[in-house]
Nanobody, 124 residues
Framework: VQLQASGGGLVQAGGSLRLSCAAS????????MAWFRQAPGKEREFVAA????????AYADSVKGRFTISREKDKNTVYLQMNSLKPEDTAVYYC??????????????????WGQGTLVTVSS
């Protein structure tokens, strides 16, 4: 499975952006798609995840209520709608996919497929 992320850019604080991650190749019913991010000088951190079949979602506390992850099955695409953006959301955002046990979705270790990063910059 190959993943292609897009949608990053520069936005003012309080603004919105939508990231997309298009998957090519076969996906499985128990596949999990996720977004991680890495800010300069910091470790990569979990943002959100969605189970491909059931649509279950999980979010980091720092984005809960502001970000929404969704998927469009017929387009093999996952989205991350980001609202009320803050300067601390500035990071390179990566989409990831894999056969991940749902209880472990917040760890990057289980994801075998990664897209290239897309930069999100939030100005104050």
């Amino acid at each position: 499975v190959q993943l292609q992320a897009s949608g990053g850019g520069l936005v003012q604080a309080g603004g919105s952006l939508r990231l997309s991650c298009a998957a090519s190749g076969r996906t499985f019913s128990n596949y999990v798609m996720a977004w991680f991010r890495q800010a300069p000088g910091k470790e990569r951190e979990f943002v959100a995840a969605i189970r491909w079949s059931g649509g279950n979602t999980a979010y980091a506390d720092s984005v809960k209520g502001r970000f929404t992850i969704s998927r469009e099955k017929d387009k093999n695409t996952v989205y991350l709608q980001m609202n009320s953006l803050k300067p601390e959301d500035t990071a390179v955002y990566y989409c990831a996919g894999g056969l991940v046990i749902w209880g472990l979705v917040r760890s990057s270790n289980g994801y075998g497929n990664w897209g290239q990063g897309t930069l999100v910059t939030v100005s104050s």
